[in-house]
């Protein structure tokens, strides 16, 4: 579980990164590193997400699902079952 734990928490990560870059760049739409930023992180973001549902099934009810198994995100622990550290 810690790996999972671990993918879970990058993942957070990341999407806290590409909303506040994206906050930022409401009100400063010209700066150019925000936006290579925003853009470098929603890359990594969206990676993240696929390596994490490729393992252990979609995050969201329209996330990525292995065609051999429609219904894995059954399976798993629900959000409020995982323990976090």
Known sequence: MNERLVMLREIQE???TA????L??????QERAALRDFY????????AVRRYEEIYG????T????????????????????EYE
Request: net charge negative; glycine share 4%; aromatic share 14%.
């Open 14 to 16: 990341l999407e806290f």
């Open 19 to 22: 909303i506040e870059l994206n």
């Open 24 to 29: 930022f760049l409401d009100t400063h739409p």
């Open 40 to 47: 470098t992180v929603r890359n990594k973001l969206v990676e």
């Open 58 to 61: 979609p995050l969201t009810a």
């Open 63 to 82: 996330g990525c699902s292995p065609k051999t198994n429609q219904w894995l995100w059954i399976e798993g622990p629900w959000p409020w079952e995982i």
